[in-house]
Every structure is written in C-alpha cells, then in structure tokens.
C-alpha cells in the first residue's frame, strides 16, 4: 500500500509524498523523480519493479505538481534540499535517486548536492544542463517551450498560452508503451497537465538557465539511459552529461524512444543495488 502524506516544510510550503514502504532505509530506498509534467504519484510498473527487489520507492511532486507549494525561482539545484526534508521526515537515511525525462536533472542534483547520503543515481532520457558545445535544441521535435524558457518564465507562461503537444514527438513504440505498460504515465501526464501549467514552466526555465550546481559535482555513480529514437531529449543530451560526470556510465537502448526507454527501469533498479 502507498501511503501519501504531505511533508510541511520550515519555509511554510508543503511537499506531497509517497511512500511504498518495505525494504529498508539504509541504500534500498529508491527515490523516484517524475517526468513534466506529472503529479508524482508512483506509476505502476515502478512500484511493481520496486516490490519485487524489495526496494521502498518514495516519490513526490515537485513544487507546483500535485498539489505540492510553489516555489518562485526555483531552480534544479532546489530539489535537493526538498528531497533531503522529505528524506528526513520519512525516516529514510542513505537512498538512491532516480529520474526520468524532466526528473532526470533533478536525481542529477540529489547526487551532486547530498554525496553523504545519495548512494547512486539514474538519469532516464534526461535533458542535458544548457551548453553551446552542440546544438542543444537539435533533433527534437518541439523545442519551442524550452526556447522560450531561456528567455525566463514570462515568455515561457506566454508560449504556453498556445502550446500543445505535437505527437510526432513520440515514437511508434512510445505509443505502444502508452497503450500497454506505461499506461498509467499518460494517464498521470494528463492529471498533472490539468492542474495548470505552472510545474512544467518552472520545470522549463530551470532546465533551461544555470542549474546550480555543476555535472562534476556529481560524486556517486550514475547510469545514463538513452533511447537511440528519442525525439524529446535527443541522444546527444547523455553524450554530454557523459563528458560531464565524474563516474557516469551509459546505456543506450536503439530502438527506444522517450517513453518506450522506461522498460529499462527494472534493470536499472538492479544496477543502483548492487552499487549500495
């Protein structure tokens, strides 16, 4: 059973968490960071997976997602000190971190900014921090949200006035993975896209202007998995993370997209255990 429960912070904001329980709080617990935009309700196959590895998976929604406080300016480096509170108040000591698309640069500053508890950390088709070493924006297919977040969050709440997905950003097996086991994802996505836009324009803008902290920083090891088809974050986003990090390794999955690249999440689980 997940319990929800909403952590208050000391700066007045609460957090909306969940908890899986099980497993223990010493390197088995997993903490999930979602996508944008969605609640951060677990998903199905992540709790499945989680239970069967005897993993205690916790999640929560980032500021403005779920029904969790807002957070004027935050910005990616802010989800280490939430995820550190919420951490406490669970009970949880040492974890690992764990984020796909939108989440991905958030498990990255877990990992940057709490070494002393964060024991390994994945980073599914995660966006790389902005860089003019390569054409940052090539090869996805609707880039205009992040476009307009690097020239802050007034133009970014303007664009997103009229923004709408495009589906010829996801793959053949994207929609199969939304039709079958990722189901629940979309279902989530589209909870979390009528509760307003606030999350994923925050999310954008953060993405999209310094971070706070560095790649290098990362001390812990990181997996880095990439669909070879992602037209989201293009696969040139972990080549770079991959020059940046410390003590990355990467996956790349040819045939994935940005969804369908979720089916590695059970053997990823496996390889943050064995780094405990």
């Not at 909306?16 to 960071?33: A, C, K």
């Not at 951490?87 to 040492?94: E, R, T």
């Not at 709408?164 to 279902?187: C, K, M, Q, V, Y």
């Not at 390794?249 to 940005?258: A, F, K, Q, S, T």
Request: hydrophobic fraction near 40%.
């Amino acid at each position: 059973m997940v319990i929800e429960q909403d952590v208050k912070l000391s700066d007045g904001r609460t957090l909306r968490t969940y908890d899986s329980g099980g497993g223990d709080t010493d390197g088995q617990t997993v903490v999930w960071h979602h996508g944008s935009p969605q609640t951060g309700v677990p998903l199905e196959p992540l709790l499945t997976a989680a239970a069967a590895r005897g993993i205690r998976l916790v999640s929560y929604g980032r500021p403005s997602y779920g029904g969790s406080s807002p957070l004027p300016g935050r910005n990616v480096a802010s989800a280490a000190a939430d995820v550190e509170r919420i951490a406490d108040a669970l009970g949880v000591g040492s974890f690992a971190t764990m984020g796909a698309s939108g989440g991905g640069p958030h498990a990255l500053a877990c990992a940057a900014l709490l070494p002393d508890r964060v024991t390994g950390a994945v980073c599914l088709a995660g966006i790389a921090p902005y860089t003019r070493d390569f054409d940052w924006y090539e090869g996805m297919t609707s880039p205009g949200g992040l476009r307009s977040a690097a020239d802050g969050r007034e133009a970014r709440e303007l664009y997103a006035a009229t923004d709408e997905f495009d589906p010829a950003s996801f793959t053949s097996e994207d929609f199969a993975a939304l039709a079958g086991a990722w189901s629940s994802l979309g279902e989530d996505a589209g909870r979390a896209g009528q509760a307003g836009p606030d999350g994923l324009i925050d999310d954008d803008v953060a993405f999209a202007t310094a971070w706070g902290f560095d790649l290098a920083e990362v001390a812990p090891p990181v997996l880095l998995v990439q669909g070879g088809r992602d037209r989201v974050v293009p696969p040139a986003h972990a080549t770079s993370m991959l020059a940046g990090l410390p003590r990355a390794e990467l996956w790349v999955r040819p045939g994935d997209g940005h969804v369908s690249v979720l089916d590695a999440c059970p053997v990823a689980m496996d390889w943050l255990l064995a780094r405990r």
